[in-house]
T-cell receptor, first 114, second 107 residues
Framework: DVKVTQSSRYLVKRTGEKVFLECVQD?????MFWYRQDPGLGLRLIYF???????EKGDIPEGYSVSREKKERFSLILESASTNQTSMYLC?????????????FGSGTRLTVV | KNEVEQSPQNLTAQEGEFITINCSYS?????LHWLQQHPGGGIVSLFM???GKKKHGRLIATINIQEKHSSLHITASHPRDSAVYIC?????????FGTGTSLTVIP
């Protein structure tokens, strides 16, 4: 079974902390994505990466950065966590960019910033 | 203005009922995805459509490109179908996500 694994299901952090959310896929996919999901707003793209060390901003990149040093791992970094970053974070990967290929999602990390 | 609208937002059904979830959109698309999100957060891709109809088990997805409309049908619904169903559009360079339909199937 192909998998996208997110390192934590639930996380509680303090305002101002630096937070790392990790995502690993075992499908040799080129493309990886980070989304956040909030009630009434649906999924919103934060960043994506189409190759190692490559990254592109999504719709809401402010307050976030990403790192992709290896093909299988895509990290989302909250440089200084704030309460408005409390959300569900979902990682996904796909074989190619574009919606004409299937996406595989991780099980999500519910982050609470207090 | 929302590029993708789902209806209904919430749906409660008795086990065994036939269920329809609708997705209407206003942009040109190259593909439409139906996603399922169970309580706890994980998302599973159910279908990817660019035309016509697809069937997988009790699930059927249809799309009418001219009318910019897609439907997800569940036949003989079961409590394990309880989840949020999300319609996602790909336009060729961008994804748009619906806010989801929360389905509860009661035994």
């Amino acid at each position: 079974d192909v998998k996208v694994t997110q390192s934590s299901r639930y996380l509680v952090k303090r305002t101002g902390e630096k937070v790392f959310l990790e995502c690993v896929q075992d499908m040799d996919h080129e493309n990886m994505f980070w989304y956040r999901q909030d009630p009434g707003l649906g999924l919103r793209l934060i960043y994506f990466s189409y190759d190692v060390k490559m990254k592109e901003k999504g719709d809401i990149p402010e307050g976030y950065s990403v790192s992709r040093e290896k093909k299988e791992r895509f990290s989302l970094i909250l440089e200084s966590a704030s309460t408005n970053q409390t959300s569900m974070y979902l990682c996904a990967s796909s074989r190619a960019l574009g919606g004409n290929y299937g996406y595989t999602f991780g099980s999500g990390t519910r982050l609470t910033v207090v | 203005k929302n590029e993708v609208e789902q209806s209904p937002q919430n749906l409660t059904a008795q086990e065994g009922e036939f269920i329809t979830i609708n997705c209407s959109y206003s942009v040109g698309i190259s593909a439409l995805h139906w996603l399922q999100q169970h309580p706890g957060g994980g998302i599973v891709s159910l279908f990817m459509l660019s035309s016509g109809k697809k069937k997988h088990g009790r699930l059927i997805a249809t799309i009418n490109i001219q009318e910019k409309h897609s439907s997800l049908h569940i036949t003989a619904s079961h409590p394990r179908d309880s989840a949020v169903y999300i319609c996602a559009l790909f336009t060729g360079n961008q994804f748009y996500f619906g806010t989801g339909t929360s389905l509860t199937v009661i035994p």
